[in-house]
């Protein structure tokens, strides 16, 4: 049974930090490339940031540069979202996804809000 569990949201202040973390379990998780999504309120899913398999390439989303960071422990099967200098427009409900060739899969979620 394929599981992503996403952990570690939760309310900040606006230049807050919070680390979330993704763990996988029910397929080769160190054959998959990693992603992070966020879903705002009236918005669409937006990709966050993305890591390669093995962990050596990443990409990150313009609103996010400088400030997020992704990286991955395939060992443990988790994907983690090092996010720093949150500002409000980061309120959303962030999603992990595993991606390769045709399969795919979702967690369900875990809510982030930025607010003072």
């Known amino acids: 049974q394929v599981q992503l569990v996403e952990s570690g949201g939760g309310l900040v202040q606006p230049g807050g930090s919070l680390r979330l973390s993704c763990a996988a379990s029910g397929f080769i998780f160190s054959s998959y490339n990693m992603r992070w999504y966020r879903q705002a309120p009236g918005k669409e899913r937006e990709l966050v940031a993305s890591i390669s398999s093995a962990g050596w390439r990443t990409t990150n989303a313009d609103a996010v540069k400088g400030r997020f960071t992704i990286s991955r422990d395939n060992a443990k099967s988790t994907v983690y979202l090092q996010m720093n200098s949150l500002k409000p427009e980061d309120t959303a409900v962030y999603y992990c996804?595993?991606?390769?060739?045709?399969?795919?899969?979702w967690g369900q979620g875990t809510q982030v809000t930025v607010s003072s």
């Open positions: 996804n595993a991606l390769r060739q045709l399969n795919e899969y």
